[in-house]
């Protein structure tokens, strides 16, 4: 599985706090990152006891992430969003700040595939890193595992992951 629970839960909790429900903006139906995505978001607050949230779907776009902010933004129980990368991030994080939602305070927001510009979001946005160069080192390889029923690929896991702590879920961390 590719998302991890504990980097997905301890990301848009932050600071140890917990939240009792996370939302989750993800990306195309169809896709496997999509479908693995949210099996590990899933896992995450259910595991803590925390209630799993409607499913706002997007295209991997800013845009999405706005329109799904908007419907995000009306519930004021929400306190946790989980956008499946980081390219839908700036959308909410915008619509979120614009209905007087602060980030982190009101609400966590945490994203998927530590693009560059994350750090530089407002606020910079908390994410899942996945070493990139080294699920291309073993695309070919799952690729010979995969049909021969060797490795069961799937549930092993692709790449390691790691979680990127910064403010878009609670006070700025020191490096």
């Not at 590990?40 to 799993?52: C, I, L, T």
């Not at 959308?91 to 945490?110: C, F, Q, T, Y």
Request: overall charge positive.
């Amino acid at each position: 599985m590719i998302a991890n629970k504990y980097a997905l839960q301890r990301g848009v909790a932050g600071g140890g706090r917990v939240h009792a429900a996370v939302h989750h903006v993800a990306g195309p139906s169809g896709r496997l990152e999509t479908r693995t995505r949210e099996q590990g978001r899933r896992k995450a607050p259910e595991a803590d006891g925390a209630r799993v949230s409607q499913v706002r779907s997007g295209d991997w776009s800013a845009r999405s992430g706005c329109e799904a902010g908007l419907r995000i933004a009306e519930g004021r129980d929400v306190t946790a969003v989980f956008c499946a990368n980081d390219h839908m991030a700036p959308g909410l994080l915008r619509v979120l700040h614009e209905a007087g939602r602060s980030i982190p305070r009101d609400i966590g927001v945490a994203g998927f595939d530590d693009i560059p510009e994350a750090a530089y979001f407002a606020p910079p946005l908390t994410t899942v890193r996945q070493n990139f160069g080294e699920l291309g080192r073993r695309a070919p390889e799952l690729l010979v595992e995969e049909p021969a029923g060797v490795g069961h690929a799937r549930s092993r896991g692709l790449v390691p992951l790691e979680t990127v702590l910064r403010r878009s879920t609670g006070p700025s961390v020191r490096r």
